[in-house]
């Protein structure tokens, strides 16, 4: 969600500390997986929109330099399609980013992945197709 390694260690922690503080209010209502998923996904949103507020901007990290008869065209490729498809989450908007990292990345069904981020079931697949259809687009040239 947050597209960045560092700071999903951070936000990570913040998870586990904010699910420690709160476990008395876990209410058995839900499944204690989809409790987790909806503090985790709170403590994402949370973090975006203060990064959103704060103007940052999220540089990729300069390149190590690479010495092309030391590393294999395969992963040259590999990494920037890693790039490009980074670049294509990042342009999502954190609701639609949230729909395929929860169903895409994490397996999740819509209705699960609905529940967590408090929307409709129909809402939830509004979000899968949109989010899908943008990432197409953006990734047109590397889809076969």
């Not at 590999?78 to 980013?97: N, Q, Y």
């Amino acid at each position: 969600m947050v597209l960045d390694d560092g700071t999903a260690d951070d936000v990570t922690q913040e998870v586990f500390l904010r699910v420690v503080r709160h476990l008395p209010t876990f209410d058995g209502r839900s499944k204690f997986s989809t409790w987790l998923y909806r503090v985790a996904m709170n403590t994402c949103h949370s973090y975006l929109e203060r990064a959103r507020r704060s103007r940052l901007e999220f540089r990729e990290e300069l390149p190590e330099r690479l010495d092309a008869a030391s590393m294999p065209v395969q992963a040259v490729l590999d990494a920037e399609l890693r790039r490009e498809v980074d670049a294509a989450l990042a342009g999502l908007s954190p609701r639609l980013r949230a729909a395929v990292v929860l169903t895409g990345i994490q397996g999740l069904d819509p209705k699960t992945a609905a529940r967590i981020e408090g929307c409709s079931t129909a809402t939830m697949y509004w979000r899968i197709h949109q989010a899908r259809k943008r990432l197409a687009e953006r990734l047109q040239g590397y889809l076969s």
